[in-house]
């Protein structure tokens, strides 16, 4: 590994600590170096605090080093721009006298993409790029942000857990806990880092689930949403307990719904139960349109979607093109019975981005190469924290 690309990587693990309260800005660490020595590093803690630069520049004066002169290696391009939460980055590096940066990558935000560059220029500094490869890895550290700013749709994970035989429910579809503590905990992790969760409708009615992070230091969930066609879903299911001002329950329904009575009165029970219901269009299979339910502000709006599917809604997904990243806990356990629904194939552009054990059960997790969120085969930096938090 030559230097340049121990920084970035470095750059690059700080700017993951930032995960889960950055968004929905994008991750950034920066670290500073003089002849070939760490003199300063910083990364984007959290949404309106500082960014990876001011931090790093911090770090360095905290350690008696002057920044002069030094290299400053970030991954993604310093920011420029005012009318925002906290100043700009680049005439910080400048007033710093940093006489190098070297880039991960641009940022796409137009009132940043190559203004920044030009600013640093401008001013006299070197200002490089990495490696094509090493972009790549920078780009895929902020796929959500890369996606949302390109194409205003969620970074969608699918998440699921599966017996050693690919059951994903017992007999009959009975509830199963299939996986252990260790692995229960992680996905309240995973959950708590998402802006909304989503299901099918099956779920709800086979597995009630709340839907919420427990057993987690800090929260963003806000938002739960089920597929729904037929407003079949209970008003005294447990999802809509934690409906209120700061989390909210959405149960996306199709036309369908009208004819499958009696709606007024199931209608009027969800509302009570503090659902709100959205109305969308059906697909050729009659079921609702995902693609139309991305169309909606409310998704848009989101960064970070997890979906726990059934095998259906997987399906559905898969077919969409919508599921960016799967994350599959594969237990030791085996159900044994051919009425235990199974679960689905994962198609084959999605690639193996790592594994892990944890507790008994294994995490692989998956990335859609085919998607417009991908850059890389990298360990996402949900997974390398989880990983190393196993260590
Ligand atoms: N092991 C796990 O990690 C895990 C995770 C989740 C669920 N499960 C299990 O999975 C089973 C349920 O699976 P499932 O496949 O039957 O159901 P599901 O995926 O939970 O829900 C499917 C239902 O959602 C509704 N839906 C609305 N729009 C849809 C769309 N575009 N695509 C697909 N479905 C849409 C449909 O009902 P309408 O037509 O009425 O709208 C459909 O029947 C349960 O036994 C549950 O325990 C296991």
Same mark, same amino acid.
């Given at each position: 590994?030559?230097?340049?690309?121990?920084?970035?990587?470095?750059?690059?693990?700080?700017?993951?600590?930032?995960?889960?309260?950055?968004?929905?800005?994008p991750?950034?660490?920066?670290?500073?170096?003089?002849?070939?020595?760490?003199i300063?590093?910083?990364?984007?803690?959290?949404?309106?605090?500082?960014?990876?630069?001011?931090?790093?520049?911090?770090?360095?004066?905290?350690?008696?080093?002057?920044?002069?002169?030094?290299?400053?290696y970030?991954?993604?391009?310093?920011?420029?721009?005012?009318?925002?939460?906290?100043?700009?980055?680049?005439?910080?590096?400048?007033?710093?006298?940093?006489?190098?940066?070297v880039?991960?990558?641009?940022?796409?935000?137009?009132?940043?993409?190559?203004?920044?560059?030009?600013?640093?220029?401008?001013?006299?500094i070197?200002?490089?790029?990495?490696? &094509? /490869?090493? #972009?790549?890895?920078?780009?895929? @550290?902020? !796929?959500?942000?890369? %996606?949302?700013?390109?194409?205003?749709? =969620?970074?969608?994970?699918?998440?699921?857990?599966?017996?050693?035989?690919?059951?994903?429910?017992?007999?009959?579809?009975?509830?199963?806990?299939?996986?252990?503590?260790?692995?229960?905990?992680?996905?309240?992790?995973?959950?708590?880092?998402?802006?909304?969760?989503?299901?099918?409708?099956?779920?709800?009615?086979?597995?009630?689930?709340?839907?919420?992070?427990?057993?987690?230091?800090?929260?963003?969930?806000?938002?739960?949403?089920?597929?729904?066609?037929?407003?079949?879903?209970p008003?005294?299911?447990?999802?809509?307990?934690?409906?209120?001002?700061?989390?909210?329950?959405?149960?996306?329904?199709?036309p369908?719904?009208?004819?499958?009575? &009696? /709606?007024? #009165?199931?209608?009027?029970?969800l @509302?009570? !139960?503090?659902?709100? %219901?959205?109305?969308?269009?059906?697909? =050729?299979n009659?079921?609702?349109?995902?693609?139309?339910?991305?169309?909606?502000?409310?998704?848009?709006?989101?960064?970070?979607?997890?979906?726990?599917?059934?095998?259906?809604?997987?399906?559905?997904?898969?077919?969409?093109?919508?599921?960016?990243?799967?994350?599959?806990?594969?237990?030791?356990?085996?159900?044994?019975?051919?009425?235990?629904?199974?679960?689905?194939?994962?198609?084959?552009?999605?690639?193996?981005?790592?594994?892990?054990?944890?507790?008994?059960?294994?995490?692989?997790?998956?990335?859609?190469?085919?998607s417009?969120?991908f850059?890389?085969?990298?360990?996402?930096?949900?997974?390398?924290?989880?990983a190393?938090?196993?260590?």
């Amino acid at each position: 590994m030559n230097a340049t690309e121990h920084m970035i990587r470095r750059a690059i693990r700080l700017a993951m600590t930032g995960r889960g309260r950055v968004e929905p800005n994008p991750m950034v660490g920066c670290v500073l170096a003089r002849d070939g020595r760490v003199i300063g590093e910083g990364y984007h803690t959290h949404f309106g605090g500082p960014h990876a630069e001011p931090q790093a520049l911090a770090d360095c004066m905290a350690r008696g080093e002057s920044p002069a002169g030094a290299t400053a290696y970030v991954t993604l391009e310093p920011c420029c721009h005012v009318r925002k939460k906290t100043p700009p980055c680049a005439p910080r590096l400048i007033e710093a006298k940093i006489a190098k940066v070297v880039l991960g990558c641009l940022d796409p935000n137009p009132a940043v993409n190559g203004n920044g560059v030009a600013m640093l220029r401008a001013a006299g500094i070197d200002v490089s790029r990495v490696d &094509p /490869a090493l #972009e790549a890895e920078c780009k895929q @550290l902020i !796929a959500p942000f890369l %996606l949302r700013t390109c194409c205003r749709r =969620p970074y969608v994970t699918l998440k699921w857990a599966e017996t050693a035989d690919g059951k994903i429910a017992g007999p009959g579809g009975s509830r199963l806990q299939i996986t252990g503590e260790p692995a229960n905990q992680l996905v309240h992790l995973l959950r708590s880092r998402s802006d909304a969760i989503m299901v099918g409708v099956n779920t709800v009615l086979a597995d009630d689930p709340q839907l919420t992070a427990r057993g987690v230091e800090h929260s963003r969930l806000h938002t739960r949403i089920i597929l729904d066609s037929k407003l079949r879903a209970p008003a005294n299911a447990r999802i809509f307990l934690a409906s209120g001002e700061k989390e909210r329950t959405i149960i996306f329904h199709s036309p369908a719904a009208a004819a499958n009575p &009696p /709606a007024d #009165e199931r209608i009027s029970r969800l @509302l009570n !139960a503090g659902a709100q %219901l959205i109305l969308r269009g059906e697909n =050729p299979n009659d079921r609702l349109s995902l693609t139309d339910v991305f169309e909606h502000s409310l998704l848009s709006d989101l960064s970070d979607l997890m979906v726990e599917p059934g095998p259906a809604v997987a399906q559905s997904f898969f077919e969409s093109g919508l599921a960016h990243r799967l994350w599959i806990f594969r237990s030791a356990r085996r159900v044994n019975d051919d009425s235990a629904p199974s679960a689905i194939k994962v198609p084959s552009e999605y690639v193996v981005t790592g594994h892990m054990k944890i507790g008994d059960d294994v995490l692989t997790e998956y990335l859609d190469t085919k998607s417009d969120a991908f850059f890389a085969a990298v360990p996402s930096a949900d997974f390398v924290l989880a990983a190393e938090a196993l260590m």
